[in-house]
């Protein structure tokens, strides 16, 4: 992980650091030492592109969440979703999953049995958004979307996740006010990118662009300056993940899969994960990712 001081439109770079888990790579750019979120995000991981080998699969056994909501969104691939609420959904490009945990959930995520024998393909992102004070505890949901806005000017094209950008809002639930979207440039594209948030980061995860003119290097998170309208264009042709939104001012605490504004809220879920006091996923009952040994590591912001 680097941080760079603000040089234009730019005010931190964080390297994200990539985990090697054989088939494929994961790259962990929040939480870092020197970042800890971008508005409501307090998890940013992007992985691949790869090409499993035939008979080999991504299997993410079930696992609990509290008090965030993960957001999954695929360039490449399918990932069978199950969660302890009974839900079932194929994640597959231009389609959004959004779990909130809540006061708990528990799911998991595995390449579709039709994708094995040839070998899945994975490249995507995962990001985690806290959820903000008095929302921490809300029952858990999931909802699954297509359909999203798409806004094309000139050869650049922004698929808008969640939140408002370009005069334009997509379905997607918000329980903070929230930014994100991928934008594709074509050759020679431009595409400008609004003040309004509170906080900005953008990532390039495929083909090369600049933001005002300032090269961007492939999978770092480059937070933008606040309050300052930006240009983003590729010479080339790329791909760009826009994301932020609203700062939260108070606490909030991070260890494994739990998030909360309570160091004693994370420690409560770990014992009622450990004592089997979450639900099971139907249809994936078997497996479970156990509590990790020894003194959890809190990371907590700001």
């Given at each position: 992980m680097t941080a760079s001081p603000a040089i234009g439109p730019i005010i931190q770079t964080v390297t994200p650091v990539t985990h090697d888990l054989g088939a494929f790579k994961v790259r962990r750019a929040i939480p870092a030492p020197a970042r800890k979120m971008v508005g409501p995000f307090?998890?940013?991981d992007q992985f691949g592109p790869a090409r499993l080998a035939p008979g080999q699969a991504m299997d993410v056994r079930p696992h609990p969440h509290?008090?965030?909501a993960t957001v999954t969104w695929l360039f490449e691939g399918?990932?069978?979703h199950r969660d302890s609420l009974g839900?079932?959904?194929t994640i597959r490009p231009g389609q959004v999953n959004l779990m909130t945990a809540g006061r708990g959930i528990v799911h998991s995520e595995r390449s579709p049995a039709e994708e094995r024998?040839?070998?899945p393909s994975l490249y995507g992102m995962q990001t985690w958004l806290a959820l903000p004070d008095g929302r921490e505890e809300i029952d858990p949901a999931f909802e699954s979307r297509t359909g999203l806005p798409l806004i094309e000017d000139g050869g650049a094209s922004a698929r808008i996740i969640m939140g408002t950008l370009w005069g334009t809002t997509a379905p997607t639930t918000q329980y903070a006010s929230t930014i994100y979207a991928e934008i594709v440039l074509a050759p020679g594209a431009a595409l400008p990118i609004e003040a309004e948030a509170d906080e900005r980061a953008i990532m390039l995860v495929g083909g090369e662009a600049q933001i005002d003119d300032?090269?961007?290097?492939?999978?770092?998170l480059t937070v933008l300056a606040p309050g300052r309208s930006l240009t983003l264009r590729s010479a080339e042709g790329g791909r760009i993940m826009l994301m932020g939104g609203e700062a939260f001012t108070s606490p909030r605490h991070i260890w494994w899969n739990f998030v909360s504004s309570s160091t004693e809220r994370l420690e409560q879920a770990a014992r009622d994960w450990r004592a089997g006091g979450f639900p099971k996923v139907p249809g994936d009952e078997v497996e479970f990712i156990p509590l990790p040994e020894g003194k959890p590591k809190i990371v907590t912001h700001p």
């Open positions: 307090i998890f940013v509290i008090n965030l399918a990932i069978d839900n079932f959904a024998p040839q070998g300032v090269p961007l290097t492939l999978y770092d």
